[in-house]
Structures are given as C-alpha cells and as structure tokens.
C-alpha cells in the first residue's frame, strides 16, 4: 500500500515538473504606479502566463533583474503562489519599489534617448520544481 502511494506520487511529480516545462512566460509591460509622500516609487510588472496543458500547475516564484535603456533598474522577486489552470492563460503582475536615484537616473536617459526605452526582464520563474528561465525585452516609445 505504501509503495503504491510512493509511486502515485512519484509520477504525479514528475508529470507536473514535465508539463510546468511548457510554461510559457511572457514579460508584457512596466508601468509605474504613482507614488505618494515619501514612499519609494512603485513598479508594476505585467505577465502573460500561459499553461498549455491538461494539468493545473502553480507558480511558487518569480525572480529576475529589470533593465532599463541597458541599465539596472531594480532585482524584483515575488513568493505568492499563482495557480494556472490546465489549458488556461493568466495574467499577473508583480510590483516591486525601486531607488529614487535609479528613478532618476533611467528619466534621464529616456529623456536621452527622445522617449524610447528597451526594458529587459531577465529571470526565472519557478514552477512543480522546475525553474523557467525568461528573459525578454520590450520596447515603448
């Protein structure tokens, strides 16, 4: 009884780390949300994230640095659970602070660069034990 309860398990674990494998991440959007009083500045952070799969999988983390114009703007990291149903796409957005002088220093060079930025998501998304690498970049004019 006990090994045929070892060995569901082993298989439904292992069918999960295979079918978290095609999850497809994809970095939409950053967009800053106002601040207020002293508080630091606050950045949303849009995903597509899309299962594929006949099997209902979590996403136990997201982690990654965000570039912007090619320089750090800020390490971002989300421990929530995010349950993605079979066959299903969800959209989630993570919000991170960043420095004021990183602020600063990425306002300039857009005003530089006459309003166009390249933001870069590079980082990994964890999912059934199997870590996801994503790194895309967007650009906005």
Do not use: C
């Given at each position: 009884?006990?090994?045929?309860?070892?060995?569901?398990?082993?298989?439904?674990?292992?069918?999960?780390?295979?079918?978290?494998?095609?999850?497809?991440?994809?970095?939409?959007?950053?967009?800053?949300?106002?601040?207020?009083?002293?508080?630091?500045?606050?950045?949303?952070?849009?995903?597509?994230?899309?299962?594929?799969?006949?099997?209902?999988?979590?996403?136990?983390?997201?982690?990654?640095?965000?570039?912007?114009?090619?320089?750090?703007?800020?390490?971002?990291?989300?421990?929530?659970?995010?349950?993605?149903?079979?066959?299903?796409?969800?959209?989630?957005?993570?919000?991170?602070?960043?420095?004021?002088?990183?602020?600063?220093?990425?306002?300039?060079?857009?005003?530089?660069?006459?309003?166009?930025?390249?933001?870069?998501?590079?980082?990994?998304v964890n999912?059934?034990?199997?870590?996801?690498?994503?790194?895309?970049?967007?650009?906005?004019?």
């Amino acid at each position: 009884m006990l090994l045929t309860a070892g060995v569901i398990f082993a298989v439904s674990t292992y069918g999960k780390s295979e079918a978290a494998k095609n999850l497809k991440v994809l970095f939409q959007d950053l967009k800053f949300e106002k601040a207020t009083g002293y508080n630091l500045p606050v950045m949303a952070l849009n995903f597509k994230i899309i299962n594929p799969t006949s099997s209902p999988l979590k996403i136990s983390s997201i982690a990654g640095d965000l570039f912007v114009n090619g320089k750090l703007l800020s390490t971002v990291s989300q421990l929530n659970a995010v349950n993605i149903p079979a066959n299903n796409t969800t959209f989630y957005t993570l919000r991170a602070e960043t420095s004021i002088t990183a602020a600063v220093s990425n306002l300039l060079s857009l005003i530089k660069n006459r309003g166009k930025i390249t933001i870069t998501f590079e980082g990994v998304v964890n999912s059934s034990g199997f870590s996801i690498p994503v790194s895309q970049t967007i650009i906005k004019m």
